[in-house]
């Protein structure tokens, strides 16, 4: 089935009317649904594969840089953990329901705080077609309905993705608009989607700080803020060589065009000729490129010149920024700066600076001794994320579950009255 072709406030009006029933269904019945959703987009690899490669042959006609290029990429391999991805989303326990607060009032009402849907959940982000079946899995587990703007470099991959799961939808007798997309209305449907507060619940964007920006200030619908990771990764003066080589490496060159990739090393002058070099060898074995101050370069031939904006830069490329600090307090300092309060971590044997670290940095995740990588919703058990807050209001770091739904109270009286 296809798509209905109406207008973008028409068809995410009848994500809001299919939003009633998606909130109805049993636990069971939602876990049923995300599983049809898995085999089918199992079934579909083919289907997927090929509309994918259309959005690449675009973006490498159209001058796309290799980090979106690797961040839109679907092969067999990442389609089939899509698939994955929503099974484990399947298998968690219902975020709805939950009894979060009990007391009885007024000579005898019960009042009982539970957990409930939002209702719809809109999402933009652009290049990334995995969230297309990240954010329905879980706007479908936690029982909403979901629009979304999956931006035009992806938008075969998305219309593939949203076709496969509409599909699964209407073979379990699930109403099918509770899956929408505007990407075929372009920034229309994207301006559609910020100004449709009453009927969209809650807005998520996903992507570039430009993005994300734009969403902030333009949306009258209400946001949960997702960051740019301007990510730091602090080797602290007892720092192991090992660990720091180590997590620098995965942290950096595992995947650099994601979020929780790190972008800025910060080294203790103390530990830098015993850690720099050699830090610095196994990030250019890895093909990284060293963008350093005067220190660095003055242990490391192959850096080039690190410039002021490039400590603001989310690179999203095997390009990394590295410093050498007089002390923790200085890269502190730094951090308090540059960060964008997505994850920051350091690499210390000394406990007390470790958590000073703790304690100190302001992010919505804080690491000591282990890769910014692990900062996801994947990793951190939640099946899959809507993504990674950077705000302090509803939510913070990876979101999963939980973090779709809202509260409301109720209460069950005996005829009382108010004094």
């Not at 009006?13 to 049923?32: G, N, V």
């Not at 690797?70 to 399947?90: G, M, P, S, T």
């Amino acid at each position: 089935m296809t798509t209905t072709r109406t207008t973008a406030r028409e068809r995410m009006l009848l994500a809001r009317d299919a939003s009633r029933s998606i909130a109805l269904l049993s636990d069971e019945a939602k876990r049923d649904l995300l599983l049809a959703i898995a085999d089918a987009i199992d079934a579909s690899v083919d289907e997927v594969v090929t509309a994918n490669a259309d959005d690449l042959t675009r973006g490498r006609e159209s001058g796309m840089s290799e980090g979106l290029i690797d961040r839109l990429r679907l092969d067999e391999a990442r389609v089939r953990a899509l698939a994955a991805a929503v099974r484990d989303v399947a298998a968690l326990p219902d975020p709805v329901g939950r009894v979060l607060d009990e007391r009885t009032i007024g000579g005898g009402i019960r009042l009982t705080k539970v957990s409930v849907p939002f209702g719809v959940v809109g999402a933009i982000y652009e290049a990334r077609p995995n969230v297309t079946v990240d954010i329905a899995a879980l706007a479908l587990r936690s029982g909403n309905a979901v629009v979304l703007r999956g931006g035009t470099a992806a938008q075969s991959s998305n219309a593939a993705l949203v076709e496969v799961m509409r599909r699964a939808l209407k073979g379990r007798g699930v109403d099918p608009e509770a899956i929408q997309t505007v990407d075929d209305f372009g920034r229309d449907g994207a301006r559609e989607l910020m100004h449709a507060r009453g009927i969209v619940d809650v807005l998520i964007p996903r992507g570039s700080a430009q993005l994300i920006e734009t969403v902030v200030t333009e949306s009258s619908v209400p946001v949960i803020e997702t960051g740019a990771g301007v990510v730091h990764l602090v080797l602290d003066a007892s720092a192991p060589l090992e660990w720091a080589r180590e997590i620098a490496v995965n942290a950096k060159a595992q995947r650099p065009s994601v979020c929780n990739a790190v972008e800025t090393v910060l080294v203790v002058r103390d530990a830098a000729e015993r850690l720099v070099p050699e830090v610095a060898a196994a990030l250019v074995d890895a093909g990284v490129t060293i963008h350093g101050d005067e220190d660095v370069r003055a242990l490391v031939a192959a850096a080039v010149p690190v410039t002021d904006e490039e400590w603001a830069t989310e690179h999203m490329s095997l390009d990394l920024s590295m410093r050498v600090v007089d002390d923790l307090d200085e890269a502190l300092e730094h951090i308090r700066t540059y960060s964008t309060r997505h994850t920051e971590a350091i690499v210390t044997a000394d406990e007390a600076n470790a958590e000073r670290f703790l304690a100190e940095v302001d992010a919505a995740v804080v690491m000591v001794n282990a890769s910014t990588r692990f900062t996801d919703g994947g990793e951190f058990g939640f099946g899959a994320e809507v993504g990674i807050s950077t705000q302090k209001l509803h939510a913070r770091g990876p979101m999963g579950l939980p973090e779709l739904t809202s509260t409301k109270w109720l209460g069950r009286g005996a005829g009382q009255i108010r004094a």
